[in-house]
């Protein structure tokens, strides 16, 4: 057992993870089904680990369905009798996940200067956005992507009106924004903001205007979703895991359901490595038809990141102007056995990312009006979030396995399929 630093009171914060459930949701499920499915099956099985922490007197910080688990706040002696009991597979730490390293804003006059000398970014015009905007008429309309960052600057001029929510009069967006806790339970009051720059910069690239002279948004018409997973940067896994399944089943801060699900997860986040801990959710994601589309890393140690690097995942590399990929781009042939408990359908090997966009001086915006290039996947992987959206306000059909078919002309999509 993974263990914690204890509290005052001698207690620690652990996630309890329980064994996966024996069966998946059915194929052609919707996304609702696939939500209550995996909620059900964790309320069930999570019961008797909530009931003994309870009779133990420590306490339950937050329970979760995209990944059986529960997070608790209990003694030592409560953590070992845990790991006795049937359903429980491993206690381990809340641990963080992060931004990629590495990316480091420019907002000097003469690189803005560089970056705006056309109508519309380098990286638009070599994906072909400015194209599929003048000539097709295809902006995002009406497809919701979720980005689970830093947070965004929603008064940003390339950003204004585009954050999705219930009530336009409801300073806190209901169902287009959110902010989690290091448990992962949602802030009370907690309005749209920017805890740095990262997540504004993210979401500018997908959905920024032209309010600079140049057109910095991929799919400017796009319904914006913005949780904070990573405040300042850095966020808990229950944070992370937080946001994920709002993005799934969105909700306000009180509990209420608000919005409609993501049509793109879009996260320019993760931990070095093979973090078994990220397969689970990514998988689920995929399930509930939404598309997984997350940066491969920085300057990775192992090669790749989680969760870019889960077989189920989109993974996204970065290019620069000339179509080279940069020394900071993450990438590797992944091992099955890398993972400690890999799902058994997964293939011996596969390579990451299975994307790459522009990644290198891309320009977008940055909190309080203004704007900055940045070098990472973090920026990569927006352009392709900002393209899917393109592509499903075109197609709206189109499934996960589609989408990515298209986007890399049938190398390997067909077998992503969670059960195949």
């Known amino acids: 057992m993974d263990t914690a630093e204890a509290r005052g009171d001698g207690r620690i914060e652990a996630a309890v993870v329980l064994q996966q459930s024996a069966g998946d949701p059915a194929p052609g499920d919707t996304t609702a089904?696939?939500?209550?499915?995996?909620?059900?099956?964790?309320?069930?099985?999570?019961?008797?680990?909530?009931?003994?922490?309870?009779?133990?007197?420590?306490?339950?910080?937050?329970?979760?369905?995209?990944?059986?688990?529960?997070?608790?706040?209990?003694?030592?002696?409560?953590?070992?009798?845990?790991?006795?009991?049937?359903?429980?597979?491993?206690?381990i730490p809340n641990f963080t996940l992060k931004a990629p390293p590495g990316e480091t804003v420019d907002k000097s006059k003469s690189a803005i200067a560089?970056?705006?000398?056309?109508?519309?970014?380098?990286?638009?015009?070599?994906?072909?956005?400015?194209?599929?905007?003048?000539?097709?008429?295809?902006?995002?309309?009406?497809?919701?992507?979720?980005?689970?960052?830093?947070?965004?600057?929603?008064?940003?001029?390339?950003?204004a009106g585009k954050l999705a929510g219930d009530d336009p009069d409801d300073a806190t967006h209901p169902g287009g924004w959110i902010e989690f806790d290091t448990d992962g339970n949602p802030v009370?009051?907690?309005?749209?903001?920017?805890?740095?720059?990262?997540?504004?910069?993210?979401?500018?690239?997908?959905?920024?205007?032209?309010?600079?002279?140049?057109?910095?948004?991929?799919?400017?018409?796009?319904?914006?979703?913005?949780?904070?997973?990573?405040?300042?940067?850095?966020?808990?896994?229950?944070?992370?895991?937080?946001?994920?399944?709002?993005?799934?089943?969105?909700y306000a801060a009180d509990g209420k359901p608000a919005g409609k699900p993501a049509d793109v997860v879009s996260m320019s986040l993760g931990s070095d490595g093979y973090t078994d801990e990220l397969v689970e959710p990514a998988r689920n994601i995929l399930r509930a038809g939404i598309f997984p589309s997350f940066a491969i890393g920085n300057q990775c140690l192992q090669g790749s990141a989680s969760p870019g690097n889960v077989y189920e995942s989109?993974?996204?590399?970065?290019?620069?102007?000339?179509?080279?990929?940069?020394?900071?781009?993450?990438?590797?042939?992944?091992?099955?056995?890398?993972?400690?408990?890999?799902?058994?359908?997964?293939?011996?090997?596969?390579?990451?990312?299975?994307?790459?966009?522009?990644?290198?001086?891309?320009?977008?915006?940055?909190?309080?009006?203004?704007?900055?290039?940045?070098?990472?996947?973090?920026?990569?992987?927006?352009?392709v979030s900002g393209t899917v959206a393109l592509m499903l306000q075109a197609q709206p059909e189109l499934s996960v396995d589609e989408t990515l078919s298209i986007l890399t002309r049938g190398r390997r999509a067909g077998a992503r399929r969670v059960g195949q």
């Open 33 to 91: 089904e696939v939500h209550r499915e995996l909620a059900d099956d964790a309320e069930s099985g999570q019961a008797p680990i909530v009931d003994l922490v309870e009779a133990r007197g420590d306490r339950v910080l937050n329970t979760f369905w995209l990944k059986n688990m529960v997070l608790v706040e209990a003694t030592p002696d409560t953590l070992a009798e845990l790991t006795s009991l049937a359903p429980v597979d491993r206690v």
């Open 114 to 159: 560089r970056a705006t000398t056309q109508a519309t970014t380098w990286g638009l015009a070599k994906i072909g956005a400015d194209k599929v905007h003048s000539e097709e008429k295809i902006t995002g309309d009406g497809v919701r992507v979720a980005v689970l960052d830093t947070g965004i600057d929603i008064n940003h001029p390339d950003l």
């Open 188 to 250: 009370p009051g907690s309005v749209p903001h920017d805890s740095s720059y990262h997540g504004t910069h993210v979401a500018g690239t997908i959905a920024g205007g032209d309010a600079s002279g140049t057109q910095i948004g991929v799919a400017p018409d796009v319904d914006l979703m913005g949780g904070m997973v990573i405040p300042g940067g850095s966020g808990s896994l229950a944070q992370v895991i937080a946001g994920m399944q709002w993005a799934i089943a969105p």
């Open 314 to 383: 989109v993974s996204v590399g970065a290019t620069d102007s000339a179509d080279n990929v940069p020394d900071f781009s993450c990438g590797e042939v992944v091992k099955k056995s890398s993972w400690s408990a890999p799902p058994g359908e997964w293939p011996d090997s596969y390579v990451v990312p299975d994307v790459s966009a522009p990644g290198v001086e891309v320009l977008s915006s940055m909190p309080d009006g203004g704007y900055g290039t940045l070098d990472g996947t973090s920026m990569a992987t927006p352009h």
